[in-house]
């Protein structure tokens, strides 16, 4: 007869160690087996660390607070901002087609793309 024992010994983790651990095999895209093999656990004792783990309630940060009304004070309206004039654009050029339409450009306007439009417009 043949008694095989276990070459080492059990390892206690701490509470610390095991949060790493399932950290670690719970992340995203993480293999199970391989944060096992690295961290010297089996399979089954991490699924036990998990299952006891989301077993337990979450701890709350704090107690939450008694509810209770704020205090509000109304105040008169502030009347609307009245708009500002309109900025007269400088330099505005207004060009009346042959056949009546009307393009209305400012010194701003890019001369390659004017001469596109005029173009367009000569050509219907």
Request: glycine letters at 4%; charged letters at 20%.
């Amino acid at each position: 007869m043949e008694v095989v024992t276990r070459g080492e010994r059990r390892r206690h983790r701490t509470e610390d160690e095991r949060a790493i651990i399932l950290t670690e095999a719970m992340a995203p895209g993480a293999v199970v087996t391989h944060v096992a093999r690295r961290w010297g656990v089996s399979t089954s004792q991490l699924y036990t660390w998990r299952k006891a783990m989301l077993a337990q309630p979450a701890p709350m940060a704090t107690s939450p607070a008694a509810p209770s009304f704020a205090q509000v004070q109304l105040a008169a309206p502030e009347p609307p901002p009245s708009p500002a004039p309109a900025a007269t654009p400088t330099g505005l050029i207004e060009i009346v087609l042959p056949d009546g339409a009307l393009v209305r450009v400012d010194a701003a306007v890019d001369r390659a793309a004017l001469r596109l439009v005029l173009a367009a417009l000569s050509g219907r």
